[in-house]
Structures are given as C-alpha cells and as structure tokens.
C-alpha cells in the first residue's frame, strides 16, 4: 500500500497533497473563527497574504543569497525546481506578513493564533503524507518487522510516525473544551508538536547535525517546548489575576 501510495503521489504530485492540506485546514479554521471571535474573511485574507509571502519570498530571498547564478539566468525565478527556494527564509517573511497585516486590521493576538490552530495541525498531517511520497524526512535503518524499503536499506517509517503523531495532536485540540483561554489551543498544539519532535527525531535518518552530533531539529523543539510552557504559565497567571 505505502508502495502504491508513492507511486500514485511521487515528486512533484506530492505538492498536491500539500493543496489538500492547506484547503481542508483553511475550512476547519473557519469552522472556528466565529467561536474565537475572528471573521472568516479576515482569516483567510491573513492565510492567503501569509501563503503568498512565503512562496514570493522563499524564492526572492533564495534569489538575493545566489544573485550572481540568477543574474545569468532571470527566468529562473520562475521555475518550478523546488531546490531553489529557502524555507526559513519562507517562513520568515510569511510571519512578518501575517503579523503586519494582523496589526492593520486589529486582530486579537491570541484569539487569531487559537483561529488557525486547526490550519496548523492539518498542516503538520499534509506535511508528513507529502514527506511519506517524495521519500523525505525518511528513517534511519532499522530490523524491526515494520520497518519499510527506502533508499536501498530497511527504515523506520519516520513519515508514518509523524502522521499518526499529527493525526493524535489534531484530535486532541479539535475535540478539546471550548471554553479554554485565549491561547491555549495554540499554545497546547505547540508544546505537543514540539514534544512529539523531541521523541521522533530519533528515529530520523536525514536529521542535520549541530555543535558535534546534537540534532538541530530536537534543539530547535526543546526551544519552542519551552516557549510554549512558558506563555502558558504566563496566560495562566493572568487570567487568575483577572
């Protein structure tokens, strides 16, 4: 079956599962814009303005730090090569966009995040399926049973255990109390994504090294575990004061 679903969604028709992704969190964010106090409209103006910074700016940026290959060859920036694109550099600007645009139109900081906490988590699910077909973020080897064929070497299923840690974080929040804080959807969502990093990192393949072997991804997750906690703990001690 994986066999059959990587065939069916290999390079570049993996992107499509990325579009499915984006379109079925944009309909669930929806679904909770209004018990956030958000409106639909300026909730998909934000997700579209943010989409567009990110692909504009991922490849703009990619361009500005490889300005002397572009210069050669202008129509580059228009190609579908997905090498030629920087995603934190992506994610940076479709930050700065959403935040921009959020001040202008006066959203409720947290409220907003709690809006789109759905698009996030059905993100992260589109995410791993496009990992499991494009055989990214693949397992390091292993002989376990369960362990699947992937670049010449039994690997653990890294892809299918972010889907299945994707799919519980998704649950968890979508049928989690309405009447939490504002905050804490998100901020629940993204302490267990970063918890569910630490653990699954392990089991990575491709993971990049840092500071004499310490995973950068597991360094970054510790980093927003943190966070998270910390805004938590701080939202909690302000509505008790309040």
């Known amino acids: 079956m994986i066999t059959l679903f990587r065939s069916l969604f290999a390079p570049p028709r993996h992107l499509i599962l990325l579009v499915a992704a984006l379109w079925i969190g944009l309909a669930l964010a929806e679904k909770r814009s209004e018990r956030q106090g958000v409106s639909k409209e300026a909730l998909n103006n934000l997700i579209y303005y943010s989409l567009f910074g990110y692909i504009l700016g991922g490849r703009l940026l990619y361009a500005l730090s490889n300005f002397s290959i572009f210069v050669q060859s202008p ?74 064929e992937m670049w010449n070497a039994a690997r653990h299923p890294a892809q299918l255990y972010e889907l299945l840690a994707a799919l519980l974080i998704f649950g968890w929040i979508w049928f989690r109390k309405a009447d939490s804080p504002p905050g804490a959807a998100f901020l629940t969502f ?53």
Do not use: C, M
């Open 75 to 148: 129509r580059s920036l228009f190609s579908l090569n997905l090498d030629l694109f920087d995603p934190l550099a992506a994610l940076a600007v479709a930050f700065l966009v959403g935040l921009v645009y959020g001040s202008r139109q006066k959203l409720a900081f947290w409220h907003t995040l709690d809006a789109l906490t759905p698009f996030f988590a059905i993100l992260a699910i589109g995410l791993s399926l496009s990992h499991l077909a494009a055989g990214t973020a693949f397992g390091s080897p292993t002989n376990l049973p369960w362990g699947i």
């Open 190 to 242: 993204t302490a267990l994504t970063a918890a569910a990093r630490l653990f699954l990192e392990a089991f990575r393949g491709d993971s990049i090294l840092v500071f004499g072997g310490l995973r950068l991804a597991q360094i970054l997750a510790w980093i927003a575990l943190a966070a998270a906690l910390f805004a938590s703990e701080s939202l909690r001690r302000v509505a008790k004061a309040n």
